[in-house]
């Protein structure tokens, strides 16, 4: 493991000093002040989770959960300076938010409010932090607080405001196509969270690499290794076959290996041995794009002796790059899935902006502790979004998500989500100041 991570480093270093035979970014900076960039986003969201009567594993008796609602207001700010001339810029940075709920909002478990330690929400809170960046040539590197999106460590982006972690992270393009990360995170806050560290993560280190082979080929490498919780790797091919008619067929292979330290919290293991679990994800898809129309269909499998069981450990709440995902991400212990989707443009019928999701998954094949090894699930997840296209309300969005999801009793909340109606609305105006 540390020789995997001293060799990432080495080429990120070496990287950097080449000569490549495109422009660097550094080298067309327009100054501190010049390429300074300001915006606030004010979201109104609400995210309602309506359960039904279902039987808990743990106690073995039928009960109803109590509707977890929540509705709050948020503004999202970002303030970030350029980059100063010369070989080296330096440039500094904000991030953070501002946000006050809506109603009692009395509910927990959906990690939309945060509560105090009497289990009371905050009537308004305020989160963030500063950034400090230095760039050469085509290679940056960032410190401070940070929202991430990579396949292995990923902010959860889809509650009222996102997930941050704080650290160091390095990214280097100097070579054509190709883009190294580098990284080492030491705090990370959740969403419904005030303390910055209340996850407790020790260290995670993240690397990897994408490259960009032509205009049809992709493909791209990631690891992570999380003190304490569990050793991640991630890889990705991806490949565009252009169609007569303007239309095309992209296929897609993605997949995960995980391996758990004996500190680590899962839930859905079917082994004793703490210091040996393992599991394998991975998923294949294709999408059909014609015109306004676009059609997947996807197969997913796990395999090992416990399920992916992300976010448990610290390491991202959103780090499951995987097409079966949505209110449930199908990863059970051995789960098979599959999955057909529907998008639609409604800019076919004169109403640029405006789309649709339809998407109908099933799981079968879970296993679950000392009960079955044939647990099921299924989800029929609904989401329309209109975006404003021109005007003073421009890039302002309204996006509702409805999500119909069933497990057999087996795999009831005992071992994850249990019978859920939920719906989220999202109200998002966007405002840039320069």
Do not use: C
């Not at 480093?9 to 490549?20: E, G, H, K, P």
């Not at 080298?27 to 309602?48: C, I, M, N, P, Q």
């Amino acid at each position: 493991m540390q020789n995997t991570k001293k060799l990432a480093l080495a080429v990120l270093v070496q990287t950097a000093l080449i000569s490549t035979a495109f422009a660097s970014e550094q080298s067309e900076s327009k100054g501190f002040v010049e390429d300074a960039e300001g915006s606030v986003l004010f979201r109104t969201g609400y995210l309602s989770r309506d359960k039904t009567n279902y039987r808990d594993n743990i106690t073995g008796l039928e009960k109803q959960v109590d509707d977890t609602s929540s509705a709050a207001q948020t503004a999202m700010f970002k303030l970030e300076s350029g980059y100063t001339k010369g070989i080296v810029g330096f440039g500094i940075g904000v991030i953070g938010d501002a946000s006050f709920k809506l109603g009692d909002n009395n509910h927990s478990g959906n990690n939309m409010i945060p509560h105090d330690d009497q289990g009371n929400p905050y009537d308004h809170w305020a989160r963030g932090g500063g950034i400090v960046k230095a760039r050469i040539s085509n290679t940056e590197v960032r410190y401070g607080t940070q929202v991430l999106d990579l396949p292995v460590l990923a902010s959860n982006t889809t509650r009222l405001v996102p997930e941050y972690f704080e650290g160091v992270l390095a990214t280097s393009r100097e070579i054509n196509g190709l883009e190294l990360t580098v990284g080492k995170f030491t705090k990370n806050q959740m969403s419904d969270q005030i303390s910055t560290d209340e996850n407790e993560l020790d260290r995670a280190v993240v690397w990897g690499a994408k490259y960009k082979f032509n205009d049809k080929v992709n493909a791209s490498y990631f690891g992570i290794d999380s003190k304490n919780a569990l050793e991640r790797h991630y890889v990705n091919a991806n490949y565009k076959q252009t169609l007569a008619n303007n239309s095309s067929l992209t296929y897609d292979f993605s997949g995960y290996h995980t391996e758990f330290d004996e500190e680590a919290e899962t839930y859905s293991q079917t082994t004793d041995d703490l210091s040996d679990r393992k599991n394998d994800i991975w998923a294949i898809s294709g999408t059909y794009n014609t015109g306004y129309h676009n059609v997947m269909l996807a197969y997913q499998q796990n395999s090992g002796n416990v399920g992916y069981d992300y976010g448990q450990n610290a390491d991202g709440f959103q780090s499951i790059y995987l097409p079966n995902s949505y209110l449930s991400d199908f990863i059970g212990n051995d789960e098979k899935s599959a999955q057909v989707q529907y998008t639609y443009d409604f800019t076919g019928l004169n109403v640029p902006g405006l789309t649709w999701t339809t998407a109908f998954v099933y799981g079968w094949d879970i296993k679950v502790k000392d009960v079955t090894n044939d647990a099921q699930e299924r989800e029929f997840f609904n989401q329309v979004k209109y975006t404003v296209q021109s005007g003073f309300a421009k890039d302002a969005s309204l996006r509702l998500r409805h999500s119909y999801y069933r497990a057999s009793d087996e795999y009831q909340a005992g071992n994850y989500i249990g019978d859920t109606n939920e719906w989220r609305v999202w109200l998002d105006i966007p405002v840039k100041f320069f």
